[in-house]
């Protein structure tokens, strides 16, 4: 039994699904049963289809092993093995190596329990932390409500959460005194940032961060009661009406009035905005409370740029953040487009600090500081866009492999594995390697981001490129790379074990196409030549003539490579007779016993008696060569024996086999005593002087057949045949019945009676 698989590597999302089909070729001389599992994974994740594969012997069949990956299942490479298995042979099981390779993903998910908590200066939420991803988490968490009044301390600002697990955390809430109304919605956003560990940081690249959001209601109650508040309000009223009228005096006898709108001049204009912002700009003035709109105030703006190629870098995010009286806050953000650059807009006039960072990037500070302590502040100035220039921006190390296919064969096939970079300046190779047995190749520590390109050279092989972009710290696992080679010829001669044999069909096959050829039978006998086959490759000859056992034998060929055969022999087998019975008139004959003699027993059978195979026969099983008779046999015919030859090349011709009756006939006609007129109606009696059979004469729309008889079935011998008509003498007459033939007799009535 010989086993291939059509893939040795899986690569499989979580909770996803991935199939492997595997070949068996049934190298045994009975007819056999296998089937095949996976060892190194739980059976339940596992589905062979078929269960059972039925293979005669030199047959070929595919088992398909679909395999379903939980959500939960660890991520990394995970060696499995597939293992078939025979019903029936006495041999070992075969076994395959495949690595099933399960990509890693962060997903954290973040609730408040209980969602709405009452009280009047402090409330206590539970946070859950809930890791739904399958790598650890380092998970940050973080508040924010949007007047900014509230005060609030995580029991743990930081928390470590593997895979699975849900971690609790107490957040305490104190908001400013709330002293008369009704009771207040303070909400509050939570967020949680998660970061896969070191470990799995690079394996994961851009998504090895994750986010979630969780929305808490403060419902503050008042400090001061309902009644004593509508006191309160009648108090207000008669100050508040108060206060108008002293403010009224006050405009009345007072100068100009104090400005409460800033400037038109104070935005940034449409002109220093065109083609970088693109929105249109409000002319609104600025509200008194609550964040700028966007497109207003200041704008800066500039590029990112990779430390190793000098390209632009897209996707990294761009926090604007200025020093306040609680320390440095994010006032806002922005993402680089795909060339690199990025415009922070909306700033109020002032100093800030630009912070880059990105999953699989180092974080750096405008203007390449690695901290906060060497960042240079930028300046947002009204109605200007403020250029920030270039920061370059160093992304983590990454890993670029895959698998080399040499297709079908069973030697061993390295190839050399060269790496270059397209961007920047030099495109001298950053690495090379050899794949290993299995056609393996792995590129660690490749500086990123940046365009590479590939190139695989083998002994034999054509030479083959790929290219590819990596991002920082990513992880790029490449598509297979097949190796294509020249076409290869197989050559050898077919015997019977003394001499050269000619009309022996030689096939072969390989993804489905069918290689064939024939061994003469005149000229070169016996010998053989397959061209056109695609190498690498391993191949099964099959050797097949009629009237004689077929053989296989295995050919590898290497890249663009020939191979002659060492001489196969066939075997002699067994071969058949087959043929039709009919009678005389062509009639098939069912029922009839056919037997073939020769043998040391022998063999016997009986012709259909109905359907399209009527009268048909085959013996099988008769050793060739040989020399035979078959004789047939049927009531009421007469047997028949044939010689039959078998020379165990050509393939037997039909026997066509007629059977003549056993039996004969008598016929005539009788006439009235003018010899003219014919007796219709007479009665015919005949008998052998046991057995009597009568008839009459017939009427017939045939002048000829008037007065005509006819008696059938009767055995070979002497008759007497009486002729009987009502006012008519009898008349009698004896005649000779012959096997298989119609005697014909007339008779003439005589008058009286």
Not at 70 to 79: L, V
Not at 208 to 237: E, H, N
Not at 377 to 404: C, E, M, N, W
Not at 649 to 661: D, G
Request: glycine share 12%; charged share 15%.
């Amino acid at each position: 039994m010989r086993v291939t698989a059509d893939k040795r590597l899986l690569d499989v999302a979580p909770g996803g699904n991935v199939d492997v089909c595997v070949d068996v070729i049934n190298t045994s001389d009975i007819i056999d049963g296998v089937s095949a599992k996976l060892v190194g994974i739980d059976h339940a994740h596992v589905t062979a289809r078929p269960a059972v594969l039925p293979l005669f012997p030199a047959g070929s069949g595919r088992v398909t092993l679909s395999v379903s990956v939980p959500a939960s299942y660890p991520a990394g490479s995970h060696p499995l093995t597939i293992e078939v298995s025979s019903h029936t042979a006495s041999g070992p099981p075969q076994h395959v190596d495949v690595d099933m390779v399960v990509a890693p993903y962060a997903q954290v998910q973040l609730q408040t329990r209980p969602g709405i908590q009452r009280g009047r200066r402090r409330v206590t939420f539970t946070l859950e932390i809930t890791n739904r991803g399958n790598v650890p988490l380092d998970v940050t968490l973080s508040c924010a409500d949007p007047d900014r009044s509230l005060h609030y301390r995580f029991g743990q600002p930081s928390v470590h959460v593997d895979a699975g697990q849900v971690v609790r955390v107490p957040l305490t809430v104190r908001a400013p005194r709330h002293f008369f109304g009704n009771e207040l919605d303070r909400p509050l956003t939570l967020h949680a940032e998660a970061m896969a560990t070191e470990e799995h940081r690079a394996k994961l690249g851009e998504d090895a961060g994750a986010r979630d959001d969780s929305l808490a209601i403060m419902r503050q109650r008042p400090m001061i009661a309902r009644g004593l508040l509508t006191a309160l309000v009648l108090v207000s009223i008669i100050a508040l009406w108060a206060g108008a009228f002293l403010f009224g005096l006050s405009k009345v006898f007072g100068g100009d009035p104090v400005t409460k709108a800033a400037p038109a001049s104070f935005f940034v204009s449409q002109s220093a905005l065109k083609g970088l912002v693109g929105q249109t700009v409000s002319s609104a003035v600025l509200a008194k409370g609550g964040p700028l709109p966007p497109g207003v105030g200041g704008v800066i703006a500039g590029k990112v740029t990779s430390v190793g190629t000098g390209a632009g870098v897209g996707r990294i995010v761009v926090e604007a953040l200025r020093h306040s009286p609680h320390g440095l806050q994010l006032v806002t953000s922005s993402a680089t487009q795909a060339d690199g650059s990025y415009a922070v807009i909306g700033l109020f006039p002032g100093d800030y600090l630009l912070r880059f960072s990105a999953p699989g990037y180092h974080t750096v500070w405008y203007r390449s500081a690695t901290s906060q302590a060497g960042a240079q502040t930028i300046t947002a100035k009204p109605q200007l866009v403020t250029k920030a220039g270039g920061t370059p921006i160093r992304g983590f190390p990454a890993t670029i492999s895959g698998t080399v296919d040499p297709g079908q064969t069973t030697a061993k096939v390295r190839t050399v594995v060269v790496i270059r970079p397209l961007t920047g300046t030099s495109n001298k190779p950053v690495a090379r390697t050899v794949t290993d047995r299995r056609g393996n190749y792995r590129f660690t520590n490749i500086p990123a981001p940046a365009d590479y390109q590939l190139s695989f050279t083998t002994a034999g092989y054509l030479a083959s490129t790929i290219t590819d972009n990596v991002d920082g710290g990513q992880s790029r696992f490449e598509p297979i790379v097949r190796l294509s080679a020249g076409n290869g010829t197989v050559t050898g001669i077919v015997t019977d074990g003394t001499k050269p044999i000619g009309g022996v069909t030689v096939s072969t096959s390989i993804d489905g196409k069918t290689f064939s050829t024939g061994t003469p039978t005149i000229g070169a006998v016996g010998h053989y030549t397959l061209t056109g086959l695609p190498t690498p490759g391993t191949y099964i000859l099959t050797f097949s003539r009629d009237a004689a056992s077929s053989t296989t034998t295995t050919v590898d060929l290497g890249p663009g490579g020939s191979t002659t055969v060492k001489t196969v022999k066939l075997i002699g087998g067994t071969n058949a007779v087959i043929g039709t019975v009919t009678d005389a008139h062509g009639t098939l004959l069912g029922g009839a016993t056919v037997t073939v003699g020769g043998t040391a027993t022998p063999i016997s059978t009986t012709t259909l008696t109905n359907g399209t195979g009527k009268g048909t026969f085959t013996i099988t099983g008769l050793p060739v060569p040989g020399n035979y008779t078959l004789t047939v046999s049927l009531a009421g015919f007469q047997p028949t024996t044939l010689p039959v030859h078998l020379d165990g090349v050509t393939a037997p011709k039909p026997l066509p086999v007629s059977l003549s009756s056993a039996l004969g006939a008598v016929a005539g006609i009788v006439q009235q005593p003018d010899g003219i007129t014919p007796s219709i109606g007479a009665t015919i009696s005949i008998t052998d002087g046991s057995n009597v059979r009568t008839t009459l004469t017939v009427d017939s729309a045939d002048p000829a057949a008037k007065g005509s008889y006819t008696v059938v079935n009767l055995p070979p011998g002497h008759y007497s045949i009486t002729a009987t008509h009502d006012g008519y003498s009898q008349v009698t007459a004896l005649v000779d019945v012959v096997a298989g033939s119609t005697q014909h007799l007339d008779l003439l009535l005589r008058p009286g009676v």
